[in-house]
């Protein structure tokens, strides 16, 4: 587990690699969950419950959780099955990852116009964190 997090890590960092860390990043709450299971199987329920305890409070302002493991679900089956920001179920209309570089501006846990966008290295470092 510790290689698959220093790898998410470093691609995360160098920012060449970002779709591959965003990647990684998903599917760290399912890898803990499952850790943290007697059956050692992810759910979609255990993925939001570990989301939830984990990575949602760091994205929580004024009482507003920004990012719930709904949400983070949602986005990863999205993201990882049809290679889309957009989920029917979503109370977003949208989550947009910022690539590094994009802006010099740091977008992170801002709504605007019913789109979340998130600043994808500090998502993938925060995912790592957490799961550490």
């Known amino acids: 587990m510790n290689d698959f997090l220093d790898q998410v890590e470093a691609a995360a960092k160098d920012g060449r690699f970002y779709y591959l860390a965003l990647t990684g990043a998903l599917a760290i709450p399912d890898l803990c969950a499952a850790l943290d ?11 939001k419950v570990w989301f939830d305890s984990h990575v949602a ?3 929580t302002s004024g009482g507003r959780v920004f990012l719930t493991g709904e949400d983070c679900y949602f986005f990863r089956c999205s993201f990882l099955h049809q290679g889309s920001t957009q989920h029917a179920d979503s109370r977003y209309k949208r989550i947009l990852f910022i690539e590094p570089g994009a802006t010099t501006n740091v977008l992170h846990m801002c709504i605007m116009n019913d789109v979340l ?3 994808v290295r500090l998502f993938c470092l925060e995912m790592v964190d957490s799961a550490r």
């Not at 299971?37 to 993925?47: C, E």
Request: aromatic share 6%.
């Open 37 to 47: 299971s007697q059956d050692g199987r992810a759910t979609g329920a255990r993925f």
């Open 57 to 59: 409070p760091r994205h």
């Open 117 to 119: 966008n998130i600043d």
